[in-house]
């Protein structure tokens, strides 16, 4: 049993800020199957035909996750979530190629939602699982290949240090083709209502397990629910 808990602290600088949450359990991941790899690809392909008029900033999701980025005193210039990062790269046909059935879903829903989604493995966890604020101290060496300092962006932690954010994700936590129970972190905009969070978390949750099998529960951290159990 994990307990994730969410800190008040950011519930003190956004009321409405909300973790979604979806448990899976008995998965298997592997190469993306071929309909995931064509839906993706055409996919990004009406994405950047979209963004040669409507510039990234501008879409509702990413310029509510960059006042959110400002209101807990980070630079969205310098640190840009990665929601944004990634449709930058498709505003510039910079398409992001098929990496496994995992992480293409996630980048799928990241960009699908316009919001920063993490997927982390289970067994990589150690102890209960907290979503902060990062201080100056905080930090990891990310996916991306470098050390990440994290202060004033939001991180999820367990008992030996954090392991994720909306900025970048850590390499301990990465999920693998190995990975049979995995933890995906939904990053939601505060102004989507509690029940299209729920309705947002089901959709994702029926179509990660339609092509990994296994099963799913999700949970919703808000200010009326800061700590839940999986």
Request: no cysteine.
């Amino acid at each position: 049993m994990v307990k994730i808990s969410l800190d008040s602290t950011l519930l003190n600088k956004v009321p409405d800020f909300k973790i979604g949450i979806i448990h899976y359990t008995k998965i298997v991941v592997s190469e993306s199957p071929q309909m995931i790899k064509g839906r993706t690809q055409l996919y990004q392909e009406s994405l950047f035909l979209e963004l040669q008029d409507n510039p990234v900033t501008e879409r509702a999701g990413i310029k509510e996750w960059r006042k959110l980025w400002k209101s807990l005193g980070a630079d969205p210039n310098r640190y840009r979530h990665s929601a944004e990062s990634l449709m930058r790269r498709i505003a510039k046909q910079n398409y992001i190629t098929p990496f496994h059935s995992a992480v293409d879903l996630n980048n799928f829903f990241s960009l699908r939602y316009e919001m920063p989604v993490g997927i982390y493995d289970v067994k990589s966890l150690d102890g209960n699982v907290t979503v902060s604020l990062g201080s100056e101290e905080t930090g990891y060496e990310g996916l991306n290949g470098r050390f990440n300092s994290l202060h004033n962006i939001i991180v999820t932690s367990d008992v030996q240090s954090p392991f994720g954010s909306p900025f970048v994700d850590s390499k301990r936590t990465a999920v693998t083709e190995e990975t049979t129970e995995a933890l995906h972190v939904f990053y939601l905009r505060p102004s989507l209502s509690t029940a299209e969070s729920a309705e947002l978390l089901t959709a994702a949750g029926k179509m990660f397990t339609q092509v990994h099998g296994g099963d799913f529960a999700t949970s919703l951290l808000y200010k009326d629910q800061q700590l839940l159990e999986i």
